[in-house]
């Protein structure tokens, strides 16, 4: 059986994506069932039942404890903005704008230290 779709109209088309969407539910219920069918034949077969081994395998986990980032010391400022001393910096990471633009003028690096 083949289906002309690009003859279609619009609408006979939405009808088709209607029932193709109903036939797969209907198909997953049918598969559903037969799978839990199956299930309970093979959990009959060690002497339980379904409901026994899904109670077991539905108990609540024990929350796994996260590891922190252990705050370290704080490192020290070592240089300060001539301009402003309450920017300061620590020499470590990415220079700060004002440092850098102070380097451009000329401005040693060591005489900017704390």
Known sequence: ?????????????EKHLKDVKKALQ??????RREAKKAAQK?????????????ETDNAPRKARK????SAGPKSKPKFANPS???????????????FRA?????TAPEAMEI
């Open 1 to 13: 059986m083949t289906i002309d779709l690009k003859s279609m109209s619009r609408k006979q088309l």
């Open 26 to 31: 209907d198909a997953q219920a049918r598969d």
């Open 42 to 54: 093979a959990a009959a077969e060690f002497g339980f039942s379904l409901d026994e081994l899904s």
């Open 66 to 69: 996260t590891k922190q980032k």
């Open 84 to 98: 402003d001393p309450k920017q300061t910096w620590t020499g470590k990471g990415r220079q700060p704008n004002w």
């Open 102 to 106: 102070e380097i451009e003028k000329g």
